[in-house]
């Protein structure tokens, strides 16, 4: 039987855990196989009410479960946030590219997250991590509005520990109890410990913080082709077909959602 | 390719044959008050004409359309405009118990236009299965245009007033009944069936038939002259030097938002997925959705990158002449004008175009 391309399959909500005040963790365990590439996206259903796609923010190398990072801005995520554990949603997916791991082979890698961009980001390091002997070093520049809209507060500490890993992180707007960096994050995207000739950067955040970050990067050397964009678009079958993620000769579910700067420099309106 | 000539007083056999395999859609006319003010040709056609079940319609009123029927003949009958694509989960998939459409009356711009939804729900990582059992079933009856409407542009884009390709049946008009073409294996294996019904067609028809078809091109180009449409070779090129044009700004200055340029046009494809419960499930709805409407690409939060009209206008054209151009080279324009009779703001991309080559190039064509 040929499946139908529209139709979810069912997972259950294992575990929720809380981020932030505007942002939640969900652990997902797929009732059929499921599996993805870092940086694929998959189509997330509230029965009943729709679908949203978000970028699974897990080990891509676990596939019994997997976990979604999403924040509460519309209706779909809305009503995510109002679900408890054991709920059964539906999931399509994955779709899009990812990040094509092959071409950070002995590079100094660079990611910049912003906010809840940090998600898909988290995905990346665990198999940047997995695999991390191929890989030159691993450099994360990280910046939030405030100390409390950090996600994976718990990890980040760990991930800076680990070998080839070097971390700073910042706050927009400080307060008394983060004693860390204060200003956007491209104020800490200077005297990059990387290899300009050999590097890579990948940015993924609110379209305005890549928009800057891409300004920033270029301004410090790297190429176009160098860097890596998650691009955010409206999105609604995933396949290429619905027509609503274009950017400019391309789609952002089937060509995407991650884009080298290089392939989208010459397209109007990018960052809108 | 087989041509034979079907008598006028036959055409109900022919239609009855088809109809016992098929649902069988077949032209009507609707007449029209409205009369075309051309300056310089005065006398084109405005009656309109609608597709209808054949079970359904009075033999008086089918007719042989002089042009495309009003419906956007490659969207509307392949993907209807909100239809079930799926339950929820463990449900089996439906499957098409729907008998085969037959369409007639279907035109080259029609079938210009199925290349580009064939691209979109047949092409790309995976297949509608919807449209693909729709499509694949269908038996396409095309004809020849005898005449064109003053909307209609086809030629501008060198796309011919009638088909050699992409239909099962293709009936061209004589005096006393058609030359009937077989395009398709399935259409040979029918013809087979109603041979009665059919003698070859002589040399003086198929002349005949040549002869008219270059005499309509010849009219429908003094008539296209008069708009000064650029090529399709250019289209690409203009709309991307007009992207901060102040022609998408004047142009919409009348659009009042309805929507029906997307929803009638032959070429348009985009939908949305939406769900809603229904018979105590949840199910899947496809329905068409288009970029000319206000939360097109409105994302969560509330941000939308074509918040303005001429964004949205603009937008049309980029995707249509841009990136169809790149995608699938060539434009996703069939030249039907179908988008500038139902416009009650009276916007023409006959004229936009137009005027966004004048803009870049003097002089225009």
């Known amino acids: 039987m040929k499946k139908n391309i529209y139709r979810p399959f069912e997972a259950v909500v294992e575990d929720i855990i809380s981020e932030t005040p505007t942002i939640k963790t969900f652990v997902f365990r797929p009732k059929e196989p499921f599996s993805f590439r870092t940086g694929q996206f998959i189509e997330l259903t509230v029965p009943g009410i729709g679908e949203a796609p978000f970028t699974p923010s897990s080990d891509p190398n676990i596939t019994e479960r997997f976990d979604v990072t999403i924040m509460k801005v519309g209706r779909v995520t809305e009503l995510l946030h109002g679900i408890t554990k054991g709920t059964t949603l539906g999931v399509r997916g994955p779709y899009g590219k990812g990040y094509p791991l092959d071409k950070f082979y002995g590079k100094d890698v660079l990611i910049v997250g912003g906010g809840v961009g940090l998600a898909p980001l988290r995905s990346l390091l665990f198999s940047l991590f997995a695999g991390i002997d191929k890989y030159n070093k691993v450099v994360l520049r990280y910046g939030s509005r405030t100390s409390g809209d950090i996600v994976y507060k718990e990890a980040i500490p760990e991930w800076a520990k680990k070998k080839k890993v070097n971390l700073v992180t910042t706050v927009d707007v400080g307060d008394p109890s983060w004693k860390g960096n204060v200003g956007l994050v491209t104020t800490i995207l200077k005297d990059l410990p990387v290899d300009l000739n050999n590097a890579v950067a990948i940015v993924c955040g609110p379209p305005i913080m890549m928009k800057f970050v891409t300004m920033k990067l270029l301004d410090l050397g790297f190429k176009p082709e160098q860097i890596y964009l998650s691009m955010e678009k409206s999105m609604s079958c995933g396949l290429g077909k619905c027509g609503h993620c274009r950017i400019g000769k391309f789609y952002a579910c089937k060509d995407g959602p991650v884009f080298t700067y290089e392939e989208l420099k010459d397209i109007h309106d990018i960052w809108d | ?365």
Not at chain 2, 43 to 53: E, F, I, M, N, Q
Not at chain 2, 70 to 78: G, Q
Not at chain 2, 219 to 231: F, V
Not at chain 2, 295 to 324: C, E, I, Q, T, W
């Open chain 2, 1 to 365: 390719m087989e041509t034979y000539f079907l008598k006028s007083t036959d055409i109900f056999k022919f239609y009855d044959r088809i109809a016992s395999e098929y649902e069988l859609y077949v032209p009507v006319r609707v007449k029209t008050p409205v009369k075309v003010k051309c300056e310089y040709q005065s006398h084109l056609p405005t009656d309109d004409y609608l597709l209808k079940k054949y079970s359904e319609a009075n033999k008086e009123e089918v007719c042989f359309n002089e042009y495309r029927c009003v419906e956007p003949t490659a969207r509307a009958f392949f993907t209807h405009f909100k239809e079930e694509v799926c339950d929820y989960f463990a449900h089996p998939p439906k499957e098409a118990k729907d008998k085969p459409i037959a369409l007639c009356g279907v035109k080259n711009c029609d079938i210009f236009s199925t290349r580009i939804q064939d691209f979109v729900f047949l092409g790309g990582i995976d297949e509608d299965p919807v449209y693909k059992a729709r499509r694949e079933n269908a038996l396409i009856i095309s004809g020849d245009c005898p005449n064109f409407k003053e909307a209609c542009f086809c030629r501008a884009f060198e796309i011919n007033p009638h088909c050699n390709e992409g239909f099962d049946f293709n009936f061209s008009p004589l005096t006393d009944g058609f030359l009937v073409d077989v395009g398709s294996e399935r259409a040979g294996k029918l013809a087979g069936l109603i041979k009665d019904m059919l003698v070859p067609a002589g040399f003086g028809q198929l002349s005949g038939r040549q002869a008219k078809r270059e005499t309509l091109i010849r009219q429908m180009e003094s008539h296209l002259a008069h708009h000064k449409i650029p090529r399709k070779e250019t289209l690409q090129e203009i709309v991307l030097a007009g992207y901060n044009s102040k022609i998408w700004n004047e142009e919409m200055f009348t659009c009042v938002e309805c929507g029906g340029c997307i929803f009638i046009c032959d070429t348009c494809h985009c939908f949305f997925l939406s769900d809603e419960p229904r018979d105590g499930n949840t199910k899947r709805y496809r329905a068409w959705d288009g970029c000319l409407l206000k939360n097109f690409s409105r994302v969560a939060g509330g941000a939308n990158p074509l918040k303005m009209r001429h964004m949205r206008l603009r937008n049309r054209y980029m995707k249509k002449f841009d990136f169809f151009v790149d995608n699938l080279g060539v434009q996703a324009c069939c030249g039907c004008g179908r988008c500038i009779e139902v416009c009650p703001g009276k916007i023409d991309i006959r004229h936009i175009l137009r005027k966004l080559y004048e803009e870049k190039h003097l002089p225009a064509v």
